[in-house]
């Protein structure tokens, strides 16, 4: 099992460009969460999926948009970049969403210029 | 958002030594979670403590829910090179649906 994949793992953006992030999970998981990390914090969520077909603003949504394309697949969506997007984005999974067990992914390193 | 206050922020300690953190919540959490970071990776399950008082070990790691449900302590035994990393902290507390809360992270440097 791969657990929770993600692509790309270096991304450089120009302010105003678009780009989707992509994550898929093998373990049958429900949950699926977006974070970012950025210097000296803890990780905040951006957005979640709860089940297949649900998808719910997490703390800072603004900017981002997210898609849960099947079970395995939550995508997250920055339509136009911005320098305070610069950060690293990882997305989790979990059985399900009250069980709080998270598994992360090994993220995606954006720098917006 | 609401953070969990995790300290110390970082410690500088030998081969051998044990290390001790901690992370305090002003709300009642039903949750306790511990993860490590590496550079260049992402969170790495440690611990997963669901009861008040729970005390549980994972090879030379030990973490305690505590009493108060406030909070949550990390002990590492006689620390290995390996040990390096960020650990952090994540609680969720009831009526939160799932969300979880993470502290900023402890980094932990071993030198030989």
């Known amino acids: 099992n791969a657990g929770v994949t993600q692509t790309p793992k270096f991304q450089v953006l120009k302010t105003g460009q678009s780009m989707t992030l992509q994550c898929a999970q093998d373990?049958?998981?429900?949950?699926m969460y977006w974070y970012r990390q950025d210097p000296g914090m803890g990780l905040r969520l951006i957005y979640y999926?709860?089940?297949?077909?649900?998808?719910d603003k997490g703390e800072v949504p603004n900017g981002y948009n997210v898609s849960r394309l099947n079970k395995r697949e939550f995508s997250l969506r920055l339509e136009s970049a911005a320098p305070s997007q610069t950060s690293v984005y990882f997305c989790?999974?979990?059985?399900?969403?009250?069980?709080?067990?998270?598994?992360f992914g090994p993220g995606t390193r954006l720098t917006v210029l | 958002g609401q953070q969990l206050n995790q300290s110390p922020q970082s410690m500088f300690i030998q081969e051998g030594e044990d290390v001790s953190m901690n992370c305090t919540s002003s709300s009642i959490f039903n949750t306790w979670l511990w993860y490590k970071q590496e550079p260049g990776e992402g969170p790495v399950l440690l611990i997963a403590l669901y009861k008040a008082g729970e005390l549980t070990s994972n090879g030379r790691l030990t973490a305690q829910f505590g009493i108060t449900r406030k909070d949550s302590f990390l002990n590492i035994s006689a620390s290995i090179p390996s040990d390096v990393g960020i650990y952090f902290c994540a609680g969720h507390s009831a009526g939160s649906w799932g969300k979880l809360q993470f502290g900023a992270g402890t980094q932990v440097v071993v030198t030989p």
């Open positions: 999926s709860a089940s297949e077909g649900t998808t």
């Open positions: 989790a999974s979990s059985e399900r969403w009250s069980y709080n067990e998270q598994f």
């Open positions: 373990m049958n998981h429900n949950s």
